[in-house]
């Protein structure tokens, strides 16, 4: 998102940002405080989510490295709505919240880049809810597991690992369902060669079957 920035605006961001090592399990910010400034991802992991009444997570999306993390809120001038923790070891770099807006009064390219990206989001959630009304959760976790692979899978071709290690509770999290019903039905697909597990790591082996069942083509 930096990456065209005016050279006096990258500047500006290089010498206020703070550079920090996050060890997996720490939190970044919890819902319902107030924003400081920006979070951007330069590697690891970072789990963005919501916590139900009865303590379950809602994970909205994972941000992996060229994320930025936390600027909606900042942008709404309002408290975080989500929480947001790290899932795999991470170093992260942090811009103060007048820093951030300046650059973005004054820079109409990155201006426009950032209204882009928050147009994107709005469209991502806009499918979750979709998903979430209109599939079973059979169809959520097999279209979870090929996002998933697009972002973090490895080996390329019909068969991926996912080079992400996601408990069983947070797959849970990101599909909408209970954990049991995720244990249930990884073992299921893993039955119908649709997958394999690898201890928490999971083996993407038919891309195009999980395709068919998720409905992602139709």
Do not use: W
Not at 42 to 54: E, L, P, Q, W
């Amino acid at each position: 998102m930096f990456s065209d920035l005016a050279d006096e605006h990258l500047c500006t961001i290089s010498d206020s940002k703070n550079f920090i090592s996050h060890k997996k399990g720490q939190i970044l910010y919890y819902e319902n405080t107030k924003p400081l400034g920006v979070f951007c991802v330069n590697s690891g992991v970072v789990k963005i989510f919501k916590t139900a009444s009865n303590g379950k997570e809602q994970i909205i999306r994972l941000a992996k490295k060229g994320d930025f993390v936390g600027y909606t809120s900042l942008i709404g001038e309002e408290a975080y709505s989500t929480s947001a923790t790290i899932v795999e070891d991470a170093s992260i770099c942090f811009v103060p919240k007048e820093v951030f807006l300046k650059v973005l009064s004054e820079d109409n390219n990155f201006h426009r880049r950032l209204t882009q990206a928050l147009c994107q989001d709005m469209g991502v959630m806009e499918s979750k809810l979709t998903d979430a009304t209109q599939k079973s959760i059979r169809e959520r976790l097999a279209l979870a597991l090929l996002k998933l692979g697009d972002g973090y899978g490895v080996d390329g071709g019909d068969k991926q690992r996912l080079d992400i290690a996601l408990t069983r509770e947070e797959i849970a999290g990101i599909v909408g369902t209970a954990t049991e019903t995720v244990i249930r039905l990884l073992s299921e697909f893993k039955k119908d060669k649709l997958i394999d597990l690898q201890g928490k790591k999971i083996l993407l082996l038919d891309r195009k079957g999980l395709a068919r069942l998720s409905d992602f083509y139709g």
